[in-house]
């Protein structure tokens, strides 16, 4: 019986695997912004392999665009930003639930947190510091 227990307590303790981390996929798809300035169109596109890229366009005229990456270092999930500063921008995931996630950069003069989050089909960004908060609304386009 001592036997059958400890082989069974071993099974237990050796068939356990670490929790995968879970990548936010509520992002995926073609998102056009609806809260966007007089004469711009912002878009946000984020691929399955969880990289995206966001630009604004004025006109026929690209005015804005960073290159958008969720990552994996050490077990924690990071928001990484490029193309907007000369060194890509990490934000750590500091909340995430199925329908939204926090990631945050205090060293960041701005935005320092930045979230996402899907509300009524539309997917809803803000990013923020201490001063300013910038909300962004999108619809799913495809």
């Not at 695997?17 to 990548?23: L, S």
């Not at 007089?38 to 890229?53: A, C, H, L, Q, S």
Request: with cysteine; net charge neutral; hydrophobic share 35%.
């Amino acid at each position: 019986m001592k036997k059958t227990l400890l082989a069974l307590c071993c099974l237990i303790l050796f068939s356990c695997d670490k929790d995968e981390i879970k990548k936010p996929d509520f992002m995926f798809g073609i998102w056009n912004r609806l809260n966007d300035r007089p004469g711009e169109r912002t878009y946000e596109v984020w691929r399955k392999d969880f990289t995206g890229i966001g630009f604004t366009m004025k006109k026929s005229d690209t005015v804005f665009k960073e290159i958008l990456s969720i990552i994996t270092l050490k077990d924690t999930l990071y928001l990484q930003v490029e193309a907007v500063n000369e060194a890509p921008t990490l934000f750590k995931f500091t909340n995430q639930t199925i329908t939204s996630f926090t990631c945050e950069n205090p060293q960041n003069d701005f935005p320092k947190k930045i979230k996402y989050y899907l509300e009524s089909g539309n997917l809803k960004a803000v990013v923020s510091n201490d001063e300013l908060s910038i909300d962004f609304i999108f619809n799913r386009s495809l």
